[in-house]
């Protein structure tokens, strides 16, 4: 188990130097921000000017042999944009991206595991087709013109909600329905299959022939076993929200979160806030499915690390 | 990919279907699955309009008539006698259903496209990887897993951000993020079929390695690989309408679903036709995709037929 996670925390090294590497020398050989940053009209020595003042005149080598030596120590520079430390507005933001997410992965979870384990015990029946129906559409929706919707239909014409804004639980109901909807689909589909397939296993239909309760076949039994394909799942879509997947969203309801960060850096050609974002969605995507894979050992006997 | 289909269906048929034609081979396959049918008719029509674009839509989708702005869906003819803008018109009174079919064009042809090379990139990478293995697939598959690592929005919205903005570039940056998924698939199956009588056969004849992989080993593994194709055809088509709608992908005055709805956003409370119809002819067009190759998986997988 130690050694096991050992060996992943360096693939997870591995992983943000790569990417981190990947985005500074694509930014740095393509990209120009001077251009964006000056009125059209700077003379060539403003231009000049800049590239001094921001490194940019320096080899291509030297800029990222000592770009990777300050993020040793989670320095990424000034934001060009905001001009105050580029980790720091990334670690301010998190906490509106962290508790929307947060709150749709519950929602999620809390509709789509009971009805797809109802769905798995019953199939075949309404609920069964329904909920595997809903959750395909579920899953085609765009995420950002489902909320346009929600807010057409919840804000503009019944105004029980604010069409955009953060603060109060009321801001939250919005956008959390609508990132609610990619996971539970997910959940629910996974559970419905695992679940349907657990229960049709050899074990479970022993421990019935023995006499044991349908209570305990599906909870102590079959939903045991489907926890690590259900966890995966979860942990997965967890990841990919964090990362950054929330932007359209939250640009659809001024939520003030991490997503929105991303699409305004891309915006401005602010490189070192970039580097941070990379950095940071790195790592949490990198220590998700660590903690996924953990859970594993915990969740079924039989796999050792 | 009809090819292959086909190709799978007359092998299959051959002893007991003579007389019947390909095409009414190719209807059984939908038996008992009729939404499958309705989905794959959708979709083969949603292409053929997009590909005759310039012959169907009733307008050029670019040009607009300012008077004409924000005119909701209506059957009636506008004053010029032309025909009715059905769907409306939006902030710069240019009609919703041109711009829909015109869009739809942009947005297939960036998903096709996407597919179609990253597929290709990708598959020949996972057969070389599964074929040789040793340290050729452990170094494939090593880049394959730290690429799949990597933040997918963030990268493509990166490499967007530097190229610039625009059709070209923006399927340059969905190839960059997608062509992995191909790589552990193919592998995956060639591991499979590596280990077969039929391919310890051919090796045995003396049969060269090229001629192994893609005549022998390629085609089993082709069905799983076209559900690949066609459900990553949905994903890339919603990743081409996300980042056309942050305003990092189409470029006005062209026109694609997703720019549609990120223009149009603005309006929606005056004017909901402009975002109502891009995003239902998106789900649409994904949830065929989805449909077609869920289909493609259970009907030509024999270990998943008669699963559900």
């Not at chain 2, 279907?17 to 038996?31: D, G, I």
Request: net charge positive; with cysteine; charged share 10%.
């Amino acid at each position: 188990m130690k050694r096991y996670i050992i060996v992943r925390l360096l693939y997870t090294i591995v992983v943000i130097l790569g990417v981190s590497i990947l985005v500074f020398v694509v930014t740095h050989m393509v990209g120009n921000p001077v251009n964006t940053m000056l009125p059209l009209q700077a003379t060539e020595a403003e231009r000049a000017a800049l590239r001094h003042q921001l490194g940019l005149d320096k080899p291509l080598f030297e800029q990222l042999t000592t770009f990777l030596g300050s993020m040793v120590k989670l320095d990424f520079g000034i934001s060009w944009w905001q001009q105050i430390p580029a980790l720091g507005i990334v670690i301010n933001k998190m906490p509106a991206t962290f508790m929307l997410v947060s709150a749709a992965m519950i929602l999620s979870i809390v509709v789509a595991i009971p009805l797809g384990i109802l769905a798995a015990y019953k199939p075949g029946t309404f609920l069964d087709r329904f909920l595997t129906s809903a959750s395909l559409i579920g899953l085609c929706l765009p995420p950002f013109w489902l909320g346009l919707m929600l807010v057409l239909f919840f804000a503009v014409r019944l105004g029980w909600f604010f069409t955009s804004g953060y603060g109060t639980l009321r801001h939250l109901i919005l956008p959390t329905i609508t990132l609610a909807v990619v996971p539970m689909g997910h959940l629910a589909q996974i559970v419905r299959f695992s679940m349907a397939e657990q229960l049709n296993a050899q074990y479970a239909i022993t421990a019935r022939a023995k006499g044991a309760s349908e209570t305990a076949v599906l909870f102590g039994h079959a939903l045991k076993n489907a926890a690590t394909s259900i966890v995966t799942m979860g942990g997965s879509d967890f990841g990919r929200l964090l990362a950054g997947e929330t932007a359209a969203v939250e640009v659809v309801f001024g939520w003030p979160g991490f997503g929105t960060l991303i699409v305004d850096t891309i915006g401005r050609q602010d490189f070192p806030l970039l580097q941070a974002e990379v950095f940071f969605v790195a790592v949490v995507i990198c220590l998700i499915n660590l903690i996924v894979d953990i859970s594993y050992a915990y969740l079924d006997p039989r796999i050792k690390y | 990919m009809s090819n292959n289909t086909q190709q799978g269906i007359d092998e299959k048929n051959s002893k007991s279907e003579v007389k019947k034609n390909a095409f009414q081979r190719f209807l059984q396959h939908f038996s008992g699955n009729s939404l499958a049918l309705v989905a794959f008719i959708l979709l083969i029509l949603i292409i053929a309009i997009s590909i005759f674009a310039p012959f169907i839509a009733p307008y050029d989708p670019a040009k607009g008539n300012i008077v004409n702005r924000l005119k909701p869906p209506t059957l009636e003819r506008p004053a010029d006698g032309g025909f009715p803008h059905i769907l409306g018109t939006d902030q710069q009174g240019r009609d919703v259903l041109s711009r829909l079919i015109y869009g739809g064009r942009v947005s297939m042809s960036v998903g096709f496209t996407v597919v179609a090379i990253g597929g290709t990139i990708g598959t020949l990478l996972g057969l070389i990887a599964g074929y040789f293995g040793g340290w050729t697939d452990l170094i494939i598959m090593r880049i394959v897993d730290v690429a799949s690592s990597f933040p997918g929005l963030l990268i493509a919205l990166t490499f967007v951000m530097v190229l610039g903005p625009g059709q070209a570039n923006l399927t340059i940056a969905l190839l960059l993020v997608g062509w992995m998924i191909y790589a552990r698939m193919a592998r995956s199956q060639v591991l499979t079929a590596r280990e077969s009588t039929m391919v310890e056969a051919s090796r045995a004849i003396g049969c060269s390695m090229p001629r192994i992989l893609f005549n022998h080993i390629l085609p089993n593994v082709i069905s799983p690989l076209i559900t690949t194709f066609v459900l990553e055809m949905a994903h890339m088509i919603s990743a081409e309408a996300n980042m056309s709608f942050l305003g990092y992908g189409i470029q006005p005055p062209a026109s694609s679903w997703g720019l549609m709805i990120g223009e149009g956003r603005q309006y929606i409370t005056s004017a909901w036709w402009i975002v109502v119809f891009p995003g239902l002819i998106i789900a649409l067009t994904v949830l065929c995709l989805n449909l077609v190759g869920n289909w493609v998986r259970e009907e030509f997988d024999p270990l998943q037929k008669g699963r559900h």
